[in-house]
C-alpha cells in the first residue's frame, strides 16, 4: 500500500460542542496521522466554491449556510490508504446509516450537521488539499 494523503473538515456543529480533539482520537486511533491543520470560519465564497460540485443539489443553498455557521478544523490526514480509510473511520453521510464507533455514529447530529467531512477520492482529495493548502504548509 500506498501513503495518500486526505482531507478533512470538523463542521460547525461538531466544534460548537467541542468535540475536535475527540475527533482527532478517532483519527488517529484509525491509523491516520494530522499532518497540516487551520482552525479556520469559512466565507460563504469559500464555502461555495468548496462544495461547487453540489451546487445543482436542493441542499447546497443550506449546506453553504451550514458550513458558514460557525468555526471549522481543516486537516491534512496521511496515511495507507488514507481516502478510503478516513471514510472508514468517518462512518456514513447519513448518521442513521453509519457503523457504530465511527466519527458520524457517535457525534453527527442529521445528514447536513454531519460533523466531519472527507474526500471521497484521492483525485479529489488533492484538489480539496490543494483548496485550502500551498506547498509550503505542506512540506515533509
Ligand atoms: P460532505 O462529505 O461534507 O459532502 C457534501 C455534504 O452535503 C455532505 O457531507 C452532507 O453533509 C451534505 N448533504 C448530503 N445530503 C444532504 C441532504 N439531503 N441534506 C443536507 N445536506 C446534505
Redesign the pocket.
Known amino acids: 500500500m500506498v501513503k495518500q494523503r486526505t482531507l478533512s473538515i470538523i463542521k460547525p456543529d461538531a466544534t460548537k460542542r467541542n468535540l475536535a480533539d475527540a475527533i482527532n482520537t478517532k483519527i488517529k486511533e484509525g491509523g491516520l496521522n494530522i499532518v497540516a491543520r487551520k482552525d479556520m470560519q469559512l466565507t460563504q465564497d469559500q464555502a461555495g466554491s468548496f ?1 461547487e460540485v ?1 451546487k445543482e443539489r436542493p ?1 447546497y443553498g ?2 453553504v449556510e451550514f458550513m458558514t455557521s460557525g468555526p471549522v478544523v481543516v486537516q491534512v490526514l496521511e496515511g495507507e490508504d488514507a481516502v478510503a480509510k478516513y471514510r472508514e473511520v468517518m462512518g456514513d ?1 447519513d448518521p442513521a446509516n453509519a457503523a457504530p464507533g465511527t466519527i458520524r455514529a457517535e457525534y453527527a447530529e442529521n ?2 450537521a ?1 460533523s466531519v ?2 474526500s471521497d477520492s484521492e483525485e479529489n482529495a488533492k484538489i480539496e488539499i490543494g483548496f485550502f493548502f500551498d506547498e509550503t504548509e505542506l512540506a515533509g
Open positions: 462544495y453540489h441542499f443550506e449546506l453521510t445528514i447536513g454531519n467531512h472527507g
